[in-house]
């Protein structure tokens, strides 16, 4: 089955739910700055408008009946994933995804998990590490990922929207269609992501689209803040 390898394009935000999956597998170090709410903002009323390789895209959010519902779309691309953010850390329910390539190539699908997915836990400390393991189902297939993760610390990043010191982490997911994507993403405290880097390597949907456009990496940079 097509991994929903877009996991990479998790924009992250802050809301507290009464769901408190545990966090599973994690080394804490020592603490850096914010405890990690903070770096996954939840601003209803911004829209946040990113420089990509699938075009200008424009992502908001929505909160919904303690969920954090986020929407990030362009002209041949639409995504929206259901979260879970608590006092444990950043968890994905469901994942919705459109990506048109070129005028013959499209993929579509819903993805739901066995368990929450664990993105990041909480609280945030230097050299964190976490691993999760579940299944996904996608329209009457069933295939297992994997995810491990790592703080790997605090970066000064410039974008077009401005100079930010942000929170840099990596994660690697794997799946049993044998896609395997490497994703690092930076977090501004009080805005959420405000860059992506998504290495594509093995199989699936995605290295399949890379393959004709001739690239195997997705960047995303944040370039407008805007409000609604």
Known sequence: MNNTVLIGLYILFNIFSDVNPPAE???????????????????????????????????????DKGSVKFYNQSDNFKYRQKLLINDHGVFVEEVYQKINVLLFIKQEGSYIYSKPMLRVPFPIVDNAEWNWSGQEFCDGDTGTVSLTGKIIGLDTVLTE?????????????????????????????????IKMHLSIEGGGFLAFVGDILGYGDIDFELKKISKK
Do not use: Q, R
């Open 25 to 63: 597998k994690i080394a804490n170090s020592n603490k850096i700055k914010n405890n990690g709410p903070e770096y996954f903002s939840a601003n209803e009323k911004v829209i946040l408008t990113y420089k990509s390789d699938f075009g200008e895209t424009k992502s908001w959010i929505v909160k």
């Open 161 to 193: 929207a401005g100079k930010f010191e942000a929170l840099k982490i990596e994660t690697i997911i794997e799946s049993s269609d044998e896609t395997k994507n490497i994703i690092t993403e930076w977090h501004a405290a009080g805005l959420g992501m």
